[in-house]
Nanobody
Framework: QVQLVESGGGLVQPGGSLRLSCAAS????????MGWYRQAPGKQRELVATIPSAGRTNYADSVTGRFTISRDRVKNMVYLQMNSLKPEDTAVYYCNLDDYSGPTKRSYWGQGTQVTVSS
């Protein structure tokens, strides 16, 4: 079992920055992908960025060039640096871990953290 806990959300003005953090604990094996998703009111949850245990990062077109995902392997942390925030970035942001170590993929989610971009 894996537990994910997000932090770092809040209210920020357009053009501002926020850094989200996700602490992962539990049975984290060797081959996995961690990522950030978001869900705005009335919309489906959408991918923001992912970072695999080995390989390249991936970003949604809407955040490319503004957001950066990174990881601290020792601390089992993943971060999302969000710059040049826009009102349309307002959403609940969820940390995700997809574990591909076993015969089937297992997905884990955090509880979510609210990001509000407003003047």
């Amino acid at each position: 079992q894996v537990q994910l806990v997000e932090s770092g959300g809040g209210l920020v003005q357009p053009g501002g920055s926020l850094r989200l953090s996700c602490a992962a604990s539990g049975n984290i094996f060797s081959y996995y992908v961690m990522g950030w998703y978001r869900q705005a009111p009335g919309k489906q949850r959408e991918l923001v960025a992912t970072i695999p245990s080995a390989g390249r990062t991936n970003y949604a077109d809407s955040v490319t060039g503004r957001f950066t995902i990174s990881r601290d392997r020792v601390k089992n942390m993943v971060y999302l640096q969000m710059n040049s925030l826009k009102p349309e970035d307002t959403a609940v942001y969820y940390c995700n871990l997809d574990d591909y170590s076993g015969p089937t993929k297992r997905s884990y989610w955090g509880q979510g953290t609210q990001v509000t971009v407003s003047s």
